[in-house]
């Protein structure tokens, strides 16, 4: 099971016990965060440059990597860091994933985004003939390092596409995180005193979720609420995904209210939450209904789909496409 770690000190320790530490990171982060490289307080540690966000998810760039870790000299006995994004992340993770058939690699996120979605549950990998994630691995992280100072820099558009997930976690499983937001706005978040709360809390719905099914047969692919309309909507006009899973959430919980699926008022509900965190969906946005039939979830003419009974309690129903599309 992945470790959860407080802050840079902490990590320290768990360092140690490795003989080489390699850090990857993007040359613009690298320039940003070399506060939190001392703070590591690594004396040996060797880096490693990659491009910054989604370029370094290429697969020229995964080769470019490999080359570099080899040229370095990594083995099975070294440890990965991958500082920065949710990029980092993903596409270290898929190198430490196939390199020597797996080496030991840990997360330090610096985006709200990947400290409390994508650095956990172990997705790795890389865009590829032009689509996301095409190729990668399940490959476990030994440790996650958060950090709430990475926060503190980051745009106001970053924040939101934190809190997508943040608020999706509230609404399918945890939401305690819900009553939590309704105190904040979103300039207000950054600096919260309930900042780490929330993050660990929005972890633990994750955890809770790709422990019990690591492989996303069923139940792990609750997580997807919010995300099949959401994918249609980032791809059509380009937003970041968690913001696409807010519009996302919007649509889906419209549609399964209608087919009588959720309880009623829960989308009024999600609504005032997002207005009083100021958050404004712009009314016009809607899926490319084409794009929406991607989705993996489909079988035949039927989708399992993910959906919100109550704030708190989820579960997924098979519902017809035909159905969807009315209501979408
Ligand atoms: N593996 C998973 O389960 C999973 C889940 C969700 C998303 N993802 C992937 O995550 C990626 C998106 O990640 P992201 O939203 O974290 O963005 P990102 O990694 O693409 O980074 C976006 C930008 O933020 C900058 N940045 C990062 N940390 C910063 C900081 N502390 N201060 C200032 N700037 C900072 C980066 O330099 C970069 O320019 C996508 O590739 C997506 O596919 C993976
Ligand atoms: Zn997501």
Redesign the pocket.
């Known amino acids: 099971m992945t470790k959860i770690i407080s802050s840079l000190k902490e990590a320290r320790g768990f360092l140690e016990k490795y003989p080489r530490v390699y850090l990857v990171t993007?040359v613009?982060?690298s320039e940003?965060?070399g506060w939190a490289i001392n703070e590591l307080g690594i004396s040996n540690l060797q880096t490693i440059l990659i491009p910054?966000?989604?370029k370094?998810?290429e697969w020229k760039e995964l080769q470019k990597l490999l080359a570099k870790m080899s040229e370095l000299g990594v083995d099975r006995s070294s440890l990965l860091i991958a500082l920065?994004?949710?990029?980092?992340?993903?596409v270290v993770?898929f190198a430490s994933s196939i390199y020597l058939r797996g080496v030991p690699f840990i997360q330090i996120?610096?985006?709200?985004?990947?400290q409390v979605?994508?650095?956990?549950?172990?997705?790795?990998?890389i865009?590829f003939l032009g689509y996301?994630?095409q190729v990668?691995s399940f490959h476990l992280p030994e440790a996650v390092v958060i950090d709430k100072r990475?926060?503190?820099?980051?745009?106001e558009k970053?924040v939101i596409?934190?809190l997508g997930?943040v608020i999706k976690a509230g609404f399918i499983k945890d939401p305690s995180i819900l009553r939590l937001l309704e105190k904040e706005k979103v300039e207000s978040i950054q600096k919260s005193k309930s900042l780490l709360q929330i993050i660990k809390k929005t972890i633990a719905v994750k955890n809770y979720y790709t422990q019990a099914d690591f492989k996303e047969n069923k139940i792990r692919q609750i997580l997807n609420v919010g995300h099949t309309v959401g994918h249609a909507i980032e791809l059509r006009y380009k937003i970041?995904?968690?913001l696409a899973v807010l519009y996302g959430m919007e649509r889906e919980l419209a549609v399964t209210e209608k087919m009588g699926l959720t309880k009623k008022g829960t989308r009024d509900n999600f609504i005032n939450l997002l207005k009083s965190l100021g958050i404004v969906l712009d009314k016009e946005m809607k899926p490319d209904w084409k794009t929406v039939l991607h989705d993996k979830k489909i079988v035949g003419d039927e989708i399992a789909f993910p959906v919100v009974a109550k704030e708190g309690v989820s579960t997924i129903k098979v519902i017809k496409l035909n159905n969807l599309k009315k209501f979408i």
């Open positions: 993007s613009k982060l940003k965060l910054d966000g989604e370094s998810k920065g994004g949710g990029s980092v992340g993903d993770g996120p610096t985006t709200l985004l990947s979605d994508s650095a956990h549950g172990g997705k790795t990998g865009d996301k994630n990668g990475f926060i503190e820099k980051l745009s970053q596409d934190g997930e970041g995904h968690g």
